[in-house]
């Protein structure tokens, strides 16, 4: 009998070489190089075995036809059927990721009961819990009556028969893919062939029979997707859920999708009874604010298709350290070098003795560059100790040139700004069209310097005019 051979894959990015190293040329991490035997997973095994076939000749069909759209089927939670798109799609896998403990299982839970009480086949597989505790988690969120069928398994090969068995079911939930394994790979569970094999054998029985698989996936240290990225090509769809520990509330965020858009988020509350829906985020992310306090700034931003208001929270105070301290949460910290820059050098706003810290309340995070002009506006407020107007929202980009850059979707980022009763907007001009009822009081500036000698000099003149604090000054 020949010698299995082996070959050592890094458990992070899924590379392959032929011997091992303390560290990862491909992603650069330490100790994950792990020696796996080779001829591990689907339609593998010894060569002399192998069927040997011609290839066959694909048709080939034109460009233009017809087409339709995927067929879904709503989950009944309004959040996750805006992150998907509109529902789950037969035949698709979705792969779902989070930090534990932040109510991956809780949400799937949920949507499983929702299905199944509207009558369709849904089938819970648990490979970290036992039947006992996937019970007691479903009589805390009330659905022990829902008739989820449930399994606590991790074998794929008997999944697979288990789910073959009877009617087709219409979801499959599988938590989580890192505790299957399958008998087509020599690997321990966990490891790059087993994630590889078992996701693959999951997702041929999803495209053969039409169900729905839903995957949950544990994250790194770093938050990304445990597990070789591999995995996150083969599925369809690749939802993160995210959150901060002291925040009641949970985002459900669009990484991929091939049957809708991407960077839809979806927005719950955890409580006793499990996840709630958040119908206005907005509401949420602005609950606690101080209007009064200098440094703040609310910014009307675009998930998706979704605007959402959240403020920004700026201190600027005189540094003892020779380094001045510049601390962010939420934000890209290189986005703020390059805004405290343009206020330096174009504004004329001193900032460079100064400890800078921004947060985003409520643990958002912002990922677009329309919020460089609220962080601005935040940035000139801390520093004079002048407060914002309560009721103005800031967005826009801003250029190296101290050019203020409009950005897309004025009118929707507008809209909900007016339906939380703001009646200030603070934004470059747009080449769209403002609807019917848009803001009066709305100012356009063209650069940065205009928006700083508005804040400086309209708030300071309500205050009475004087020495400004900390030298915002030209």
């Known amino acids: 009998m020949a010698k299995a051979r082996s070959s050592f894959i890094c458990q992070n990015c899924g590379s392959v070489t032929n011997r091992w190293a303390g560290r990862c040329d491909a992603c650069g991490e330490w100790n994950t190089i792990v020696e796996e035997v080779e001829g591990g997973g689907i339609a593998s095994g010894p060569a002399a075995l192998q069927s040997r076939r011609k290839g066959r000749i694909v ?8 087409t339709q759209d995927a067929p879904r089927f709503a989950s009944g939670i309004a959040e996750l059927d805006r ?3 509109g529902g789950f799609v037969k035949g698709s896998a979705l792969l ?4 534990p403990g932040i109510g991956k299982s809780t949400l799937l839970m949920q949507a499983a009961a929702a299905l199944a009480n509207n009558g369709q086949r849904v089938i819970y597989v648990s490979g970290e819990e036992a039947v006992a505790q996937v019970r007691l988690r479903a009589q805390r969120l009330g659905l022990a009556s829902a008739p989820v069928e449930l399994a606590a398994e991790t074998n794929v090969e008997d999944i ?9 079911p219409a979801l499959v939930i599988l938590d989580s893919i890192q505790t299957l394994w399958t008998d087509l790979a020599e690997s321990a569970p966990g490891t790059v062939t087993q994630v590889r094999a078992a996701a693959q054998s999951m997702i041929k029985f999803a495209k053969g029979n039409g169900s729905a698989i839903v995957l949950v996936g544990h994250v790194t240290k770093d938050g990304q997707i445990a597990g070789p990225r591999v995995v996150e090509h083969m599925v369809d769809a690749v939802l993160y859920f995210e959150g901060e520990g002291g925040h009641a509330y949970r985002i459900l965020r669009t990484i991929k999708n091939r049957f809708g858009a991407t960077d839809e988020i979806g927005v719950f ?5 499990g996840l709630r829906e958040v119908a206005n985020p907005s509401a949420l992310f602005l609950g606690e604010r101080n209007d009064k306090a200098p440094g703040a700034a ?27 301290r510049r601390a962010v949460v939420g934000w890209d910290s290189a986005r703020l070098a390059m805004v405290l820059a343009v206020l330096e ?6 900032l460079g003795v100064h400890d800078i810290y921004l947060n985003v309340a409520g643990g958002y995070r912002i990922s677009e560059p329309a919020a460089d002009l609220a962080v601005a506006a935040a940035l000139v407020s801390s520093l004079s100790g002048l407060a914002l107007p309560a009721d103005c929202v800031y967005f826009g980009e801003i ?8 950005v897309a979707h004025s009118v929707q980022r507008v809209k909900e700004a007016e339906k939380l009763g703001f009646r200030q907007a603070v934004h470059p001009v747009s080449g769209e069209e403002p609807a019917t009822g848009q803001m009066q009081a709305a100012f356009h500036p063209k650069s940065l310097v205009d928006l700083v000698a508005r804040i400086v000099g309209d708030t300071g003149a309500k205050r009475g005019g004087g020495e400004r604090k900390g030298g915002a000054q030209r």
Do not use: N, W, Y
């Not at 697979?160 to 087709?168: C, E, M, N, Q, W």
């Not at 605007?307 to 380094?323: D, F, K, N, W």
């Not at 050098?345 to 001193?350: E, F, I, R, S």
């Open 160 to 168: 697979l028969a288990t789910l073959k068995d009877g009617a087709r």
């Open 83 to 85: 992150v998907t798109g």
């Open 269 to 273: 509350e955890m409580s006793d009874k």
């Open 298 to 324: 609310v910014f009307a931003g675009m998930e998706g298709t979704r605007p959402v208001l959240v403020e920004i929270q700026a201190l600027v105070a005189p540094s003892p350290l020779g380094t001045p």
């Open 96 to 99: 779902v990721g989070g930090d």
């Open 345 to 350: 050098a174009h504004c004329g706003v001193k």
């Open 399 to 406: 250029s190296l040139s101290g050019a203020v850059r409009p």
């Open 59 to 66: 048709p080939l069909v034109p460009l233009s036809g017809e």
